[in-house]
């Protein structure tokens, strides 16, 4: 990576922190926007259900800078393979939502 490629990726990074502190969710703000768009039917946010625990899923991704792009992409197109057997099929939420959700996930790392 060059060195404007670098700080590139540094503003970037920048710019999805701000844009995590906008967006928060206090948790029963994030819980409900889970239950309104049926996060609840396969996850709970303290204990395995069909999917992983939010805060399992938090602490996974906890060091990884991307994780709520990461998160995003999964929730939107779905994902297979990290939690077990089990697919997550992308589900049908806004780009905002998904973005919601996500920033509200990692709020959950202990």
């Known amino acids: ?46 204990s395995k259900r069909v999917g992983p625990a939010f805060q399992a899923i938090a602490q996974r991704y906890a060091d990884r800078n991307d994780a709520a792009l990461y998160m995003v992409q999964v929730i939107r197109k779905g994902g297979r393979g990290q939690w077990g057997a089990v697919p997550m099929p992308g589900q049908a939420v806004s780009e905002q939502d998904a973005q919601k959700l996500a920033n509200w996930i990692i709020s959950l790392r202990k």
């Open 1 to 46: 990576m060059t060195l404007a490629g670098s700080v590139a990726a540094q503003t970037l990074a920048s710019a999805s922190d701000a844009e995590r502190s906008a967006q928060a969710l206090s948790h029963a703000e994030g819980l409900a926007l889970a239950k309104a768009r049926a996060c609840l039917g396969c996850h709970q946010v303290d």
